[in-house]
């Protein structure tokens, strides 16, 4: 079967990380699955530009205008916002047209335009969208937040007692927060969302989200209330559980915590902090043992200072083999993001034997089974709160490390690595997408 993916890169950010690795599973199944990019990184014999350098450079600019003019040519939301407005002729891509199916990962920036996925869907072929945030389903967002406007009020109601009935759906996007005292009723961010109603209602389409909470939000969406969405994760390739080298911890509790930018809103790291020093304070034995090691960039270094632990800030860690070195030199992966799609970190650092600490507010709950795998603490909105909660499963699992000898570290160990590789693992997950290969399929 000839499988035809799209992805803005082969290489920058999460998408197209984890987009590359689906590409090999489908590879390693038989399948012709090739990834048509604008931006090509690695020299993948598998990767094709879908353009010359200058006509993509034109249709990001030209991509890039209308947000720019819509946001008040704001640099703090110009890459918080995306309209689909402009993009390459994807439609007619000659693997595209041999293709039996096409699937869209995420192709803002001067990729693909809502226009031309209108042309793929009545062309007749089997697309699948996957959803790897929340934009497909919002007017311009990828990370609603607080916002409720895209929410259908029907379907809201009909879904009492699942988390989500208490919001207030306005059924449609506009008065965009993002767009501050500029927000409208008829901003881009309707205009956009009505372009999406047009264009879903074009064609045969299966999106799926990357996480059961992704597509949770996605059904009681006005924009794909109707539509068939499906839910499969991302793979991870694994080695074996042999091949894992573990490092002695020689007496300490050793955590990490990873992110791409430390500092990012999303991934609340003054909670960090916090419930890291409510520990040391509930712990007054174990204190000297504890130490953390971070991961990723961060734009103010401030924030490092009067950490309450002992700490070493490792900076970006782009390289794979450095990552899994750190993973298996610590005990405890910690997230304290506010929502995350599907957050890889705590899956690679569950499979190479770190026990995962994280709020139950997002994909988390699709990787951490409370008490066996690891550790879920409820999200509050109060900042005293949600640390004390993020405090107790910390501490829940600091206090499994110190107590427990090194067979029973081992048998978590593996329990952990085996729930990994039943969900996450490229072959199981490629068996997944090629069920929805098929015409009218759903799992």
Not at 376 to 382: C, G, H, K, M, P
Request: glycine fraction near 6%.
């Amino acid at each position: 079967m000839k499988i035809a993916l799209i992805n803005k890169s082969d290489s920058t950010g999460g998408a197209a990380v984890v987009t590359m690795r689906l590409l090999e599973a489908l590879r390693a199944q038989g399948h012709d699955a090739r990834l048509l990019v604008a931006e090509r990184l690695t020299k993948s014999p598998h990767v094709e530009l879908l353009g010359e350098d200058l006509k993509i450079r034109a249709r990001f600019i030209a991509d890039r205008l209308p947000v720019a003019f819509a946001n008040r040519f704001s640099r703090e939301t110009l890459f918080k916002i995306d309209g689909a407005f402009a993009g390459l002729p994807v439609a007619s891509h000659p693997f595209v047209k041999e293709a039996d199916v096409v699937i869209l990962n995420w192709i803002n920036q001067g990729v693909l335009s809502l226009r031309e996925v209108r042309k793929l869907l009545r062309s007749g072929k089997r697309v699948l969208w996957i959803m790897h945030d929340m934009w497909n389903f919002t007017g311009i967002c990828h990370h609603a937040g607080k916002c409720t406007h895209y929410l259908s009020p029907r379907l809201l109601k009909e879904s009492e007692g699942d988390g989500l009935a208490a919001a207030e759906g306005k059924g449609e996007c506009g008065n965009c927060p993002l767009f501050g005292t500029h927000a409208s009723a008829h901003d881009i961010s309707h205009k956009i969302w009505r372009r999406k109603e047009k264009t879903y209602n074009s064609g045969n389409i299966t999106f799926v989200a990357v996480s059961n909470w992704l597509a949770a939000n996605a059904r009681r969406s006005t924009l794909l209330g109707e539509q068939q969405v499906e839910v499969i994760p991302n793979p991870f390739p694994l080695p074996e559980f042999s091949e894992i080298r573990r490092k002695p911890g020689t007496g300490k509790i050793r955590m990490i915590f990873v992110a791409a930018r430390l500092d990012d809103d999303i991934k609340d790291f003054p909670t960090l902090k916090e419930a890291l020093g409510i520990c040391k304070k509930r712990m007054p034995e174990l204190s000297d043992s504890l130490e953390i090691k971070l991961i990723g960039g961060i734009k103010n270094p401030t924030l490092l200072e009067n950490f309450p632990i002992r700490m070493e800030w490792k900076g970006i860690v782009k390289d794979p083999a450095a990552m899994k070195k750190a993973y298996e030199e610590s005990d405890i992966v910690i997230s304290t993001s506010s929502y995350e799609t599907l957050p890889g970190t705590l899956i690679e650092g569950q499979a190479f034997g770190c026990i995962p600490a994280a709020f139950s507010q997002g994909g988390q709950r699709d990787i951490i089974q409370p008490g066996l795998t690891g550790e879920l603490a409820e999200w509050d909105s109060d900042f005293t709160l949600r640390s004390e909660n993020m405090a107790d499963a910390i501490c829940r699992a600091i206090e499994f490390i110190a107590n427990s000898d090194e067979e029973d570290l081992e048998t978590q160990r593996r329990r952990m690595y085996e729930s990994v590789r039943e969900r996450f693992h490229p072959e199981v997950v490629a068996a997944r997408y090629e069920a929805l290969f098929r015409p009218n399929s759903a799992q």
